[in-house]
């Protein structure tokens, strides 16, 4: 059973809006449940405008990162991009790889193997970079800022390196040239970013550099317009809230997906099957998915050759090689999350345990993180996913619940761990296997006294209570515009209370619930996913529900996307 909770709003506030800008009052108070309570800052919301993007040198660091690629540029270094093996990551590498090119740059670049090295910059993926490219300039993206030692280790080779990476800051940053990292900042606008977005404000830099000075014509004439399509998929595919100048990347950059030209974007929508519209949705659920497979199971420049390949036919034959490790990468991670959920149920009492955390030798360490996910999802509780080599050396993903601090509770168990790193919600970690099962007690222990007495039920959010007949045409237009939806700017859920079904319910589907709602001026169809065998009360009920077009057999009509229903309130 959810707990329904609906949003807190000031309704004469809300009211005054709905007047002065004449949107539907349910929609004013789903903009302020977002944080939004003035009409220029909806108006901003709804019309996001790449005029509103942030100046790039606000960002610490920004100007000896930019000098300094400057400097490279007229010298004619050897610049190695150094990025990461997720979709954040790649596409990072993409567009610093084709930017610094349409600079002139002699540029290479080198992704880490998750499997060899793991996360991050170490001291011998470094190695591997400068025996691969001798670059006398590094620049990293997605990552390095708490990377001291593989920092020390390059400046002891002669080269110098750039970090941008949007990471969070385990003490003070690591004694690169330039730090670039928006977690260092103060502007809130854009503290959010992704790494990607952190590497676009780098090119940002630089193009607004060349204008100012004259000196520089071919990079000020760079239209920077051409890569959001690229910031789009890693800023979405690395789930930072859509928010501020995210959202505004994000708007932009799926308007260039969905007329792109690229062959590696138009193969990669190809065989995800993603027609029509392409939402931020997409790119969550199909697009990022196949980018990430190969790095998962492989070779992250898979990814990156589709990201940057002019060549149709190529296009295709990447796109293929990645849908296909897609396929795998879901067979392995059944398999793992069974036997993960078999370990967990050994010992998991509801009541008692706080933090979830399974292991073993024989799992794959590319799909920990999506286990971990799932993990969290079913047991409602901080989740950690370690595979250990046969080694014994093991390497875990802990994804956390709302209102918790993964990293927090890492710092606590540290004396057990060989490193950690992260965010707030998603976090990696080293651990030696004889540490196991010291680190599964005390990160239960850690969690207990922080949640011990706390609501675990999933929480079903309202934004805003209707009548049903308002769920029309115009409130889907005024939805629309909220749009992209994600992390921390949801699709809007609106309540309706007193509901009545029209005949008799029926099981669609894989185990999907289709039925007719009807309140007392509106009826509209309904689908209830994976609520099939649920049953529906007979005297009226609350309903959750996100609004919708449907369109079947060519003909398009509203319909409810039902989230959750119960009996009618008194």
């Known amino acids: 059973m959810k707990n329904w909770v609906t949003s807190e709003i000031d309704s004469r506030q809300g009211a005054r809006l709905s007047e002065e800008l004449s949107f539907p009052l349910p929609v004013i108070h789903a903009l302020m449940a977002r944080g939004l309570h003035g009409a220029e800052e909806i108006n901003s919301f709804l019309n996001p405008k ?30 190695a991009v ?12 993409a567009l610093v790889l084709e930017f610094l090119e349409a600079c002139g740059a002699r540029v290479g670049s080198y992704l880490p193997s998750r499997m060899e090295e793991g996360y991050g910059l170490s001291v011998d993926a470094v190695q591997r970079c400068i025996e691969a490219h001798n670059p006398s300039l590094i620049i990293t993206v997605d990552c390095g800022t708490n990377s001291t030692e593989a920092i020390q280790y390059a400046a002891e080779q002669g080269v110098d390196v750039v970090i941008t990476d949007h990471h969070e800051i385990d003490g003070a940053p690591a004694p690169a040239l330039a730090v670039v990292n928006p977690k260092l900042a103060d502007d809130e606008r854009c503290r959010m970013l992704a790494g990607v977005g952190v590497a676009f404000k780098l090119c940002h830099a630089m193009v607004k550099r060349a204008k100012e000075t004259g000196a520089y014509p071919a990079i000020a004439s760079i239209d920077l317009r051409e890569y959001l399509d690229i910031v789009a998929l890693g800023t979405v595919a690395d789930i930072v809230p859509l928010l501020g100048e995210n959202r505004i990347l994000v708007r932009h950059g799926l308007s260039k997906i969905q007329g792109t030209t690229k062959p590696g974007l138009k193969a990669l929508l190809d065989v995800a099957g993603v027609k029509g519209e392409v939402m931020a949705y997409h790119i969550g659920f199909a697009l990022g998915p196949r980018l990430n497979a190969a790095g998962r199971l492989g070779d992250a420049n898979i990814g990156l050759r589709l990201l940057r390949t002019k060549d149709h036919e190529e296009a295709r034959a990447l796109a293929a090689q990645l849908d296909q490790a897609n396929r795998e990468r879901k067979k392995i991670e059944d398999v793992i999350l069974s036997d993960a959920v078999t370990q967990v149920d050994s010992w998991f009492q509801n009541e008692h345990d706080f933090g979830v955390v399974a292991g073993a030798e024989s799992w794959h360490q590319g799909v920990v993180g999506i286990v971990a996910s799932r993990l969290c999802a079913k047991y409602r509780r901080p989740s950690v996913v370690i595979a250990f080599g046969a080694d014994g050396a093991g390497r875990g993903s802990c994804r956390s619940i709302e209102n918790v601090d993964i990293l927090d509770a890492l710092h606590n168990c540290s004396e057990l761990l060989e490193t950690f790193g992260g965010h707030r919600m998603a976090a990696g970690l080293s651990i030696k296997k004889e540490k196991f099962e010291s680190f599964r007690t005390r990160f239960n222990e850690v969690l207990t006294a922080k949640l011990q007495g706390m609501d675990f039920r999933p929480v079903q959010r309202i934004d805003a209570w209707l009548a049903l007949d308002e769920a029309d ?18 699709a809007p ?17 894989k185990n999907h619930l289709k039925l007719m709602l009807a309140g007392a001026r509106a009826k509209i169809d309904g689908i209830a996913f994976d609520m099939g065998d649920r049953e529906v009360p007979s005297d009226g009920m609350d309903v959750a529900f996100k609004l919708q077009m449907n369109s079947f057999n060519n003909r398009k009509s509203l319909q409810l996307n039902v989230q959750d229903f119960r009996p009618a309130a008194e």
């Open 82 to 93: 150094y990025g990461d093996y997720d979709v954040d990551g790649i596409a990072s590498t």
């Open 473 to 490: 045409e115009r409130m889907l237009s005024f939805v629309d515009m909220m749009k992209p939806f994600g992390c921390a700017n949801p």
């Open 50 to 79: 790449l005029a509103s993007l942030s100046d790039p040198f606000l960002l610490p660091g920004m100007d000896e990162a930019a000098s300094r690629l400057f400097e490279a540029l007229e010298k004619g270094e050897q610049i």
């Open 493 to 509: 859920v609106w309540g309706a209370t007193a509901v009545n079904v029209v005949g008799e319910p029926r099981t669609v589907g």
